[in-house]
Every structure is written in structure tokens, then in C-alpha cells.
């Protein structure tokens, strides 16, 4: 019987310890804060920091809200950021990405301050990460370690496949799946555009994570029998594109009133037949990435304040 993560209920769970330990740090004078920057009219932009904002007050965690004209001058942002960094009442700031093409991205990621960048994506936080030095797991392979774990899948001596190698998803994921530590010790290879024979990569993998942005790449040619699939993708699909049999992969009504639906990378329905367990497209890596961002926040003012809280 194929196990269906459901990310929902384990991000639920981690809700709950970042509730707890805001109690900690409210007990000891300390109020969690984090800082938003949003620089676009993007909808979909504006959702992701409305999300953000409403998950921090459900935890108890404070938020500061900053709102820049997208076509606003770059120095603008970084400014903003500089002034986020010197304020000691914030813990964490959040550069919703993507920002407009007039600005540096590098360089926003560059100008945060490390110990407040609870993205994790700083290169002093991706160094530390693949030092072995953890300051700040970035939430969506942080999420899917979660994942695993609660899902009893320990990746120790386990052959991993990562495909995709972004900043964002792939190279932190392939490097926490290596760790010598809790939740990593797999044998991992990242598989990425140019890999010659991906489905003979995909294969070999006792766990699978999808994470490359193309909807239904991974079928059940591509995996082997019990493999535990992990699939990050979140990609919106026309639904007028969709066959006559409908998706393939898990939507919802809210969706399909919009015209589109959110598909995974995985090929849902034929890989489930194949999978020992899966992720589904909602309710899997989404709610764990939103979650991991209460959980750095959090620790981000633990680090901060020196107050300890159990997470
Ligand atoms: P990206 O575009 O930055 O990177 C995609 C990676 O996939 C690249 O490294 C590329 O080499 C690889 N790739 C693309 N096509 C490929 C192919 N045909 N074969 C093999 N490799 C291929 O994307 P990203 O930011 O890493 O995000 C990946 C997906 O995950 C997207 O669908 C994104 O929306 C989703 N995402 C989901 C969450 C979440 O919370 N669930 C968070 C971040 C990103």
C-alpha cells in the first residue's frame, strides 16, 4: 500500500513546536519577529506574503510589513534591507522573490544579514550548510527533511537522487541528503538540464525528489519499485491544456475556478502505483516550506535574544 505524505498534518505538527517555542521566548521577554519586503504586483507574489504573514500571527510570531513600488529605484530595496538589518526588533527578513529585473538579486541575498536571513540562502548560510556549520536550513529541503523523517524514511546508506540544482531547492537539498548527520548520510546524485540518461539516474534512487519545474516529468518508467518520491515541483497548468481524462496529478476546486491548476513534477497518479510512499501536488512540500520559514524565524530570535527554546 503506497504511503501518501501528507505534508498539511506534518506541517500542523511543526506549527505547533514553533507555537511552543514562541511561548518560550514571549516567557523570557523575547517577541519573534519577522520582516516581509515584497517589491511586486505579481498576485501570486502578494499571496506568498500574505500566507507568510498570516502563519506568523497564528504561532504568535510578530511581522513587519515593507512595500516597495516595483518600479522604484533598486538602491531603494537594498536600503530597505539595510534598515531591516539594523533594527534590533527584527529577527528575520524575507525578501519575497522574484524581484524586478532592474535589481540585483544576488546582491539582495548578498545584503542581508546572515544571522537574519531565515531563507537561508546568504552565501554565508549556503557555506556553513555545506560545511557542515548549520546556521539556517533553507525551508523547502529543510521541509522535505522533515518530511522524510516523519514519514519514517531514514536516508542513511540510501541511494538519493536530486533533480535540479538550484540555489534554491536542488544544492541545498543534495547537501543536507550528505550530511553526516540525523536525516542525511544518502549516497546522492544531483541530476540536472544536461544529465545524459536521466530516467537511468532516476532509477537507481531509493528516494526520489523532483524538483525541477517541468509538470509530470517523472513517470513510473522513471522509478523504481518502493521508492520514496518527493515532489517540490509547483508548477500552474491550464487547465483547458489538460487531456480529457483531466490531470494527472492532484488539484482543487479553488484551482480550477482560476482556469489553472498546480501540478507537481511527478506524474502522480502512475508513479503512486510504483512508489512505497509520495508527496502529493498540493499538500506535500508546500505547507513544510511555509512551515520551515516559522521554524528559522524562530530560531533566528533564539540566536539573537541567547534565550534557548526546545525545537
Ligand atoms: P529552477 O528553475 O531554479 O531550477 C530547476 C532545476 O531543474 C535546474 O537546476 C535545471 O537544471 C533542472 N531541470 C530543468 N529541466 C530539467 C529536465 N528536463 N531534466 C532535468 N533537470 C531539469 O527551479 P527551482 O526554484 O529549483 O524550483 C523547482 C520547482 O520547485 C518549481 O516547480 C518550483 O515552483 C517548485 N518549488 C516549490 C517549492 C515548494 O514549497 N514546494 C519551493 C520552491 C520551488
Redo the contacts with the bound molecule.
Keep these: 500500500m503506497t504511503e501518501i505524505i501528507d505534508g498539511n498534518a506534518v506541517a500542523e505538527s511543526v506549527r505547533g513546536d514553533v507555537a511552543a517555542a514562541v511561548d518560550e521566548l514571549e516567557a523570557a521577554g523575547v517577541t519573534p519577529r519577522l520582516a516581509t519586503v515584497l517589491m511586486s504586483t505579481d498576485p501570486a507574489s502578494e499571496t506568498y506574503v500574505s500566507m507568510k504573514q498570516n502563519d506568523c500571527e497564528e504561532v504568535g510570531i510578530a511581522t513587519a510589513d515593507a512595500e516597495l513600488d516595483p518600479e522604484a529605484p533598486a538602491e531603494e530595496l537594498y536600503d530597505t534591507i539595510e534598515e531591516l538589518n539594523a533594527d534590533d526588533d527584527v529577527d528575520g527578513v524575507l525578501v519575497q522573490m522574484p524581484t524586478p529585473d532592474h535589481v540585483d538579486s544576488g546582491r539582495v541575498l548578498r545584503s542581508l544579514d546572515p544571522e537574519k536571513d531565515v531563507d537561508g540562502l546568504h552565501p554565508e548560510n549556503i557555506g556553513r550548510l555545506v560545511a557542515g556549520e548549520t546556521r539556517y536550513k533553507p525551508?523547502?529541503p529543510h521541509?522535505v527533511q522533515v518530511l522524510l523523517e516523519e514519514a519514517g524514511v531514514d536516508p542513511e546508506g540510501k541511494e538519493a537522487v536530486v533533480?535540479?540544482?538550484?540555489?534554491?531547492?536542488?544544492k541545498p537539498m543534495a547537501n543536507l541528503l550528505i550530511q553526516k548527520a540525523e536525516g542525511g548520510n544518502a549516497t546522492t546524485t544531483v541530476?540536472?538540464?544536461?544529465?545524459a540518461d536521466?530516467a537511468a539516474r532516476t532509477r537507481e534512487a531509493d528516494i526520489l525528489v523532483a524538483?525541477?519545474?517541468?509538470p509530470g516529468?517523472i513517470d513510473a518508467s522513471m522509478v523504481k519499485d518502493g521508492a520514496v518520491v518527493v515532489d517540490?515541483?509547483?508548477?500552474q497548468v491550464d487547465v483547458s491544456e489538460q487531456g480529457s481524462e483531466g490531470s494527472q496529478t492532484k488539484s482543487d476546486e479553488a484551482d480550477n475556478e482560476k482556469g489553472y491548476e498546480l501540478v507537481g513534477?511527478v506524474d502522480f497518479e502512475s508513479v503512486r502505483e510504483t512508489a512505497s510512499a509520495i508527496t502529493p501536488?498540493p499538500g506535500?512540500?508546500?505547507p513544510?516550506?511555509?512551515a520551515m520559514l516559522l521554524y528559522n524565524t524562530v530560531t533566528a530570535a533564539s540566536l539573537r535574544s541567547g534565550v534557548d527554546v526546545s525545537l
Excluded at 163 to 170: F, I, N, Q, Y
Excluded at 211 to 214: D, F, P, T
Excluded at 232 to 235: M, T
Design positions: 525551508c523547502t521541509g533533480v535540479g540544482r538550484s540555489r534554491l531547492v536542488g541530476c540536472h538540464s544536461r544529465t536521466l524538483a525541477a519545474g517541468v516529468m517540490v515541483g509547483i508548477n513534477d501536488v506535500g512540500v508546500g513544510m516550506t511555509r
